[in-house]
């Protein structure tokens, strides 16, 4: 779901990091990654190549709602699942993102790969 959907043509979000949705995907780096995994995945290089995969984690928000991580994408590399996700530098240093980071590594033993 875009911004000007969930929100209304006239109420669009305003993103944190002046990052512009493109081609359905929320930045242009982030497109530009798909395209490239994409490619990769028609020379054999990986399998599996899925997007937006969310994951739970056995905790809830003070709203009771269950924590979620959802990851830019999913791959088999040599053999191994790849969870990775597209981020600035400035997105990197968030401690809601860190947080997250650990959660994944703590709750399904996945380090993430951030590109």
Known sequence: MTSSTKYGASQQRR???G???TGGFDSKKEMNRYYTLEMMQRAG???DLQTQVKFLFPLRS???RQLHYVADFTYTENG???VEDVKSVAT???AVFTYKVALMK???NIEL???
């Open 45 to 47: 290089e990986i399998s």
């Open 106 to 108: 703590h709750f399904h």
């Open 113 to 115: 790969r951030i590109t």
């Open 92 to 94: 990197r240093k968030l």
């Open 80 to 82: 191994k699942r790849v």
């Open 15 to 17: 993103r944190k990091f």
């Open 19 to 21: 990052n512009k949705p």
């Open 62 to 64: 003070e709203a009771n």
